[in-house]
Nanobody, 115 residues
Framework: QVQPVESGGGLVQAGGSLRLSCVASGSAFSVNVMGWFRQAPAKQREFVAHIGSGGGSIYAASVRGRFTISRDNAKNTVYLQMNSLKPEDTAVYYC?????????WGQGTQVTVSS
């Protein structure tokens, strides 16, 4: 399986915004369920959000109302718009195909939120 490629991370002050991008391969991207996850230092990787083929989305409680997941099927890309960032959002962010089959993890993109 080809790894997705995440980008858009960086250093931002608390209250700021970032938009992450994930480019995935495959001609069937439009039917795939895609998800974002994150892993903070010394913590387990956790679910952030996912988006279905029809655009329906689900969010973790910790990011609901601040983060928005979206997709552009013409570009095989899924986005994560992150607003009102908090220091506890600091983590490496990963995307992954969740359906109809489970895809590979990408290398991730680092997000650091300073207080």
């Amino acid at each position: 399986q080809v790894q997705p490629v995440e980008s858009g991370g960086g250093l931002v002050q608390a209250g700021g915004s970032l938009r992450l991008s994930c480019v995935a391969s495959g001609s069937a991207f439009s039917v795939n369920v895609m998800g974002w996850f994150r892993q903070a230092p010394a913590k387990q990787r956790e679910f952030v959000a996912h988006i279905g083929s029809g655009g329906g989305s689900i969010y973790a409680a910790s990011v609901r109302g601040r983060f928005t997941i979206s997709r552009d099927n013409a570009k095989n890309t899924v986005y994560l718009q992150m607003n009102s960032l908090k220091p506890e959002d600091t983590a490496v962010y990963y995307c992954r195909q969740l359906g109809p089959s489970l895809g590979s993890w990408g290398q991730g993109t680092q997000v650091t939120v300073s207080s």
